[in-house]
């Protein structure tokens, strides 16, 4: 049974910082494009980045190019989200992703966390 299991959401000041993790069970996370999807209240889920396993595929929100970075750790067969300069618009829940990949400005992912919320608030 494949399970991601996302941590390190809670609340952070405009301006902050933030490090999200997923753990996943049941996959190699190296074995897929991964990545991070938000929801923020009343909007869809969008892609805020879908690491392929071609770098030169890599998506990355335009409205979080420059204060986001993700890494795998291959030991651990887990997922990072490291985001800088935090938005009050940054406010959502984040899910973690594998498998995704693009179609033009669709995306289709095969597995899903459950998500962790991050509120940006003073």
């Known amino acids: 049974q494949v399970q991601l299991v996302e941590s390190g959401g809670g609340l952070v000041q405009p301006g902050g910082s933030l490090r999200l993790s997923c753990a996943a069970s049941?996959?190699?996370?190296?074995?897929?494009?991964v990545g991070w999807f938000r929801q923020a209240p009343g909007k869809e889920r969008e892609a805020v980045l879908c690491?392929?396993?071609?770098?030169?595929?890599?998506y990355v929100s335009d409205s979080v190019k420059g204060r986001v970075t993700a890494s795998r750790d291959k030991v651990k067969n887990a997922l990072y989200l490291e985001m800088s300069r935090l938005k009050p618009e940054d406010t959502a829940i984040y899910f973690c992703?594998?498998?995704?990949?693009?179609?033009?400005?669709?995306?289709?992912?095969?597995?899903w966390g459950q998500g962790t919320q991050v509120t940006v608030s003073s």
């Open positions: 049941g996959l190699t996370l190296d074995n897929y494009a």
């Open positions: 690491l392929s396993m071609r770098t030169e595929n890599t």
């Open positions: 992703a594998a498998d995704c990949r693009q179609y033009g400005s669709s995306f289709y992912v095969g597995f």
